[in-house]
């Protein structure tokens, strides 16, 4: 018999996930609720530009992988603005693993702080 609400146990290491990766902005857009319709903040897009996570197997044999230039939307409670381009940080994040392979994250976080912009080339 499947188990009701389970997903409500799971919790997702965010500060594990994040500590050998490099955010940057790629797109900033509206966030508003999905039924209806209501602006609730702001959602942004990150690419993952470096990865140096030591990725393992349940072996803990080293796989040759990485997430480098995945990209991931973080769930902000407020209206903000970050440059296109810059390097990011995501401030008290909250996520979820979901999809039916468990390879999906939705991410929400209180605030993105800016960590460096790359200069606008004329």
Known sequence: MPLKKVNMFSTFDWI???????????????????????????????????????????????LNISNRFEKLKFKVKKDIDIPLNAIINPINVTGKVTGE???NLSLKCDDIQVISQQPRKV
């Open 16 to 62: 594990g996930f994040a500590k050998d990766k490099k955010l940057m902005c790629t797109a900033c857009d509206e966030y508003k609720d999905y039924n209806t319709n209501k602006h609730l903040g702001t959602l942004v897009e990150a690419a993952i530009i470096e990865d140096n996570t030591d990725y393992r197997d349940e072996d803990g044999n080293k």
């Open 101 to 103: 392979y468990r390879n």
